[in-house]
């Protein structure tokens, strides 16, 4: 397939990319710095670009079936994760509403009745503000009643680790093991990413992945 990859150089997109040119996609990696591109081979087009021009990333999607944003804002970037979510949709709508999936956060999945990750007293401080923007983030998409959107979270604990391709798929709610812990290594989470990328089960929805 022909995707269009938004943060191709940062900790989760780099394994996307690598994942998806390993399975034989064409992939179109969408960044600010080419230089920081930690992963190449055959099937990769690399483009500059900015997130926030929605013109400018429209022009450089329109080929493309699938666009998948890994774009990852800092603890600090509330403001720029909505401003990107308006501008990708824009973008999408632009280009004849390509499919999107887009990486989201674990704060927004469901703990407890009625209750939020990011509503748990052990949730971190400093992780709330980015947390909360990604559910706004989630709830733009959700008003989009149009566009073809698939928001993926992961665990509560997301690192580098190994692609073991084994793991559980949950709605809204947050994944815990046997061990009471919730994790996803970025490798295993870019499988899932491709995995509905070729085999769409969420469209129009949220879903998580975890142990």
């Known amino acids: ?6 943060g191709a150089t940062g900790h989760i997109g780099s394994r996307i990319l690598k994942e998806a040119l390993n399975r034989g ?3 179109t990696a969408i960044v600010r710095d080419p230089s920081k591109l930690a992963y ?11 997130i926030f021009d929605p013109n400018q990333i429209s022009e450089m999607i329109k080929n493309s079936e699938v666009v998948i944003s ?28 390509i499919r999107l999936i887009a990486v989201g956060g674990a704060g927004s999945l469901e703990v407890g009745e009625g209750r939020l990750l990011v509503d748990s007293p052990e949730f971190p401080q400093e992780w709330k503000p980015i947390a909360r923007a990604h ?3 989630l709830t733009l ?12 979270s992961p665990s509560a604990l997301i ?35 491709l995995n509905e990328v070729e085999n769409p089960r969420f469209k129009k929805g949220r879903f998580t992945v975890g142990y």
């Not at 190449?40 to 900015?50: R, V």
């Not at 890994?70 to 509403?97: H, V, Y």
């Not at 989009?144 to 959107?149: C, H, M, T, Y």
Request: hydrophobic content about 40%; aromatic content about 6%; proline content about 2%.
């Open 25 to 27: 996609h064409k992939v």
């Open 159 to 193: 690192e580098p680790g190994d692609r073991t391709g084994i793991f559980r798929i949950s709605g809204n709610k947050l994944l815990i093991d046997s061990e009471g812990t919730s994790k996803i290594s970025m490798e295993d989470f870019a499988v899932a990413i």
């Open 40 to 50: 190449t081979g055959a099937g990769l087009k690399i483009a500059q670009g900015d």
């Open 70 to 97: 890994a774009f990852g804002p800092g603890l600090k970037e509330t403001d720029n994760l909505i401003k990107a979510t308006q501008a990708l949709i824009t973008a999408i709508k632009n280009s004849g509403n």
């Open 135 to 137: 559910k706004e983030a």
């Open 141 to 152: 998409y959700e008003k989009e009643f149009g566009l073809d959107w698939t928001n993926i």
């Open 1 to 6: 397939m022909k995707i269009a990859l938004i």
